[in-house]
């Protein structure tokens, strides 16, 4: 029983802190999640335009979140999850949509996102089972998904000139 409890503060102490989780549906890879803590769940928002993508996770779903220290960025604690949907416009989504938008940085419509989230969007809640799972011994590292966006090109000659007369005209 203090096992139970000491694992549910941590779940909720760490999750309150991080702006950001790791969600793993099952069948989907792990994606960052940025949430809220809100009344004994984390909430996100999401599957949108404009909004984080939500793959794989549904309602009645579980799911594993894994929570990163917000200083250091190190995983602290391993916790699955029942993925539960909220209806929009019921008192639920309300409360949860009230926190959301409180922490919703950069929306391009300002006041209006709680419309458009009503409209084009889903909000889950993420609510622990109480089982946490035990940190592995590896990084768990994965290689980066494949873009174009990432292509390394040589600098340009011109660079290091420019750089260098701007440190000429400070000095």
């Known amino acids: 029983m203090t096992s139970e409890l000491l ?3 941590l779940i909720e102490e760490a999750t309150k802190k991080s702006g950001l989780v790791w969600v793993k549906a099952p069948g989907a890879a792990a994606r960052a999640l940025w949430h809220v803590w809100h009344e004994g769940a984390a909430c996100v928002v999401g599957d949108g335009p404009g909004e984080q993508p939500l793959p794989g996770l549904a309602d009645g779903a579980e799911a594993e979140v894994t929570v990163r ?3 250091k960025g190190g995983r602290l604690v391993s ?4 993925v539960v949907e909220l209806a929009s416009g019921s008192e639920a989504w309300e409360a949860a949509v009230a926190e959301l938008k409180g922490k919703r940085l950069n929306a391009p419509d300002g006041e ?15 609510e622990p089972t109480g089982v946490t799972s035990p940190l592995p011994d590896g990084s768990l590292a994965e290689a ?5 966006a990432t292509t390394r090109r040589p600098v340009p000659e011109a660079v290091p000139r420019l750089l260098l007369k701007r440190w000429r005209r400070r000095g």
Do not use: H, I, N, Y
């Not at 209006?112 to 993420?126: F, K, N, P, Y």
């Not at 980066?144 to 174009?148: E, F, W």
């Open 7 to 9: 694992d549910r503060a």
């Open 69 to 71: 220290s917000k200083d």
């Open 79 to 82: 916790w699955t999850a029942r």
């Open 112 to 126: 209006a996102m709680t419309g458009r989230w009503a409209r084009e969007c889903r909000v889950l809640r993420l």
């Open 144 to 148: 980066p998904v494949p873009t174009p």
